[in-house]
């Protein structure tokens, strides 16, 4: 068993645990309001981190929560919370990819739109010249 060092007071590792990840939670939650403080990161996605940083600051008291649905599904309720916590992490994932592939587009029409201005002034350049 682990001991604090302050109270000689013992301390099962789960306790452990869910201290650090409280400790994690609430310090990844602090960097994501931050960014979007700044405005470096947009509301949707700080909204995604900031749900799975509670997740995670929230483990501790989730991981027992979550024992009589995990034992119906055959897992550990750690098993049921990482779970949750790489799902919500795969979402983000694919709302990147869409906003991505959404930019993309932007940017190939843009690109297009530039070409075909740039072919008009191109051919009023010509015709000023001819004249």
């Given at each position: ?19 650090a ?48 649905l ?5 897992t ?15 979402l ?40």
């Amino acid at each position: 068993m682990l001991r604090s060092s302050h109270y000689d007071i013992p301390m099962s590792p789960e306790i452990s645990q869910a201290i650090a990840a409280t400790c994690l939670g609430f310090a990844g939650g602090t960097l994501v309001i931050i960014l979007a403080r700044r405005q470096m990161l947009s509301f949707r996605y700080a909204a995604g981190w900031l749900v799975l940083l509670t997740l995670t600051a929230l483990s501790g008291i989730l991981i027992p929560a979550t024992r009589p649905l995990a034992e119906s599904l055959s897992t550990t309720p750690g098993v049921f919370v990482s779970g949750m916590a790489i799902l919500i992490l795969v979402l983000i994932c694919i709302q990147l990819s869409v906003s991505i592939s959404g930019l993309q587009k932007q940017i190939q029409k843009l690109a297009e739109e530039l070409a075909l201005r740039e072919i008009k002034t191109d051919k009023r350049a010509q015709q000023q010249d001819s004249q």
